[in-house]
Nanobody
Framework: QVQLVESGGGSVQAGGSLRLSCAAS????????MGWYRRAPRKQRELVAT???????YYATSMQGRFTISRDNAKNVVYLQMNSLKPEDTAVYSC?????????WGQGTQVTVSS
């Protein structure tokens, strides 16, 4: 089993920044992909970005330029730096890990951006 715990969410005004963290623990294989997804009110969950243990990064087109994903393999932590936040970025942001052992989700952390 793998546990994912997100932190760093909160409320911020438009134009502000937040840094989300997701710590993975448990039976983690060294080869995996971690990522961030978000679900805004009354919308479907959407991909934000993913990063493999080898450092290959993918961003959803609409997230490029403002969001930066990174990870610390030694600590099994993935980060999401979010800059120039907009009210439409308001959502629950969830961490995801996919590896040989399975597919896991964190509980999510709320990000609220006010105008």
């Amino acid at each position: 089993q793998v546990q994912l715990v997100e932190s760093g969410g909160g409320s911020v005004q438009a134009g502000g920044s937040l840094r989300l963290s997701c710590a993975a623990s448990g039976s983690i294989f060294s080869i995996n992909t971690m990522g961030w997804y978000r679900r805004a009110p009354r919308k479907q969950r959407e991909l934000v970005a993913t990063i493999s243990s080898g450092g290959i990064i993918y961003y959803a087109t609409s997230m490029q330029g403002r969001f930066t994903i990174s990870r610390d393999n030694a600590k099994n932590v993935v980060y999401l730096q979010m800059n120039s936040l907009k009210p439409e970025d308001t959502a629950v942001y969830s961490c995801n890990l996919v590896g040989p052992g399975g597919h896991y989700w964190g509980q999510g952390t709320q990000v609220t951006v006010s105008s």
